[in-house]
């Protein structure tokens, strides 16, 4: 057994939530390091490059340790293989998240057995946040302050604003 498990928590942050940030501070809570991978997808639209959402995640976790970013464009088996890691956390805000998380885990499973994928209950304050619902209300100018981060709140304004051009 490793003496200190890094984990890996996959997904698309396109932009990164304060559900998001909740789940990264539960999982370092029990998981001595943390890789937020950004997953890149050359056929998924995004609001922000993967780039971008990599500055905006380590924007918002300056405070935290024991944390790092990453780009990954393959299998976030491939990746875990890779750094050697065994580890993978997803969050989980409704029994709807349910089904999908179960199908990935058991997908990743069987390419990698070694594989363990851990979810973790997002607070009660932010299991109605998602990316996209943020892009929804941030398009239609509504308010986003309770839903990102502060320098996510920024980037989007001048995002929309680059996209009116
Ligand atoms: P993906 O496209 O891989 O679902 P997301 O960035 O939307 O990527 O989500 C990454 C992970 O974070 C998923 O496991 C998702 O269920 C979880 N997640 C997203 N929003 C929240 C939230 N508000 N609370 C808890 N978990 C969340």
New binding site residues.
């Given amino acids: 057994m490793p003496h200190k498990l890094v984990a890996v928590?996959?997904?698309?942050?396109?932009p990164p939530?304060?559900?998001?940030i909740?789940?990264i501070e539960r999982a370092l809570k029990v998981f001595g390091e943390l890789v937020v991978l950004i997953?890149e997808s050359p056929t998924k639209k995004s609001l922000f490059t993967a780039q971008e959402r990599k500055v905006l995640l380590q924007n918002c976790l300056k405070k935290l340790q024991n944390v790092k970013v990453d780009i990954h464009g393959g299998l976030t088996v491939d990746y875990l293989k890779k750094i050697k890691g065994h580890v993978i956390i997803?969050?989980?805000?409704a029994v709807s998240?349910f089904e999908n998380?179960l199908q990935m885990a058991t997908m990743n499973r069987k390419l990698y057995p070694e594989i363990e994928t851990f979810a973790v209950m997002?607070s009660e304050k932010?299991?109605y946040?998602?990316?996209h619902t943020v892009k929804e209300v941030a398009i239609h100018g509504g308010d986003i302050s309770e839903l990102v981060p502060e320098p996510v709140i920024k980037a989007i304004k001048s995002k929309m604003k680059s996209q009116e051009k």
């Fill in positions: 928590y996959p997904g698309s942050f396109d939530t304060l559900g998001h909740d789940i997953a997803r969050g989980l805000r998240d998380e997002t932010y299991h946040i998602s990316s």
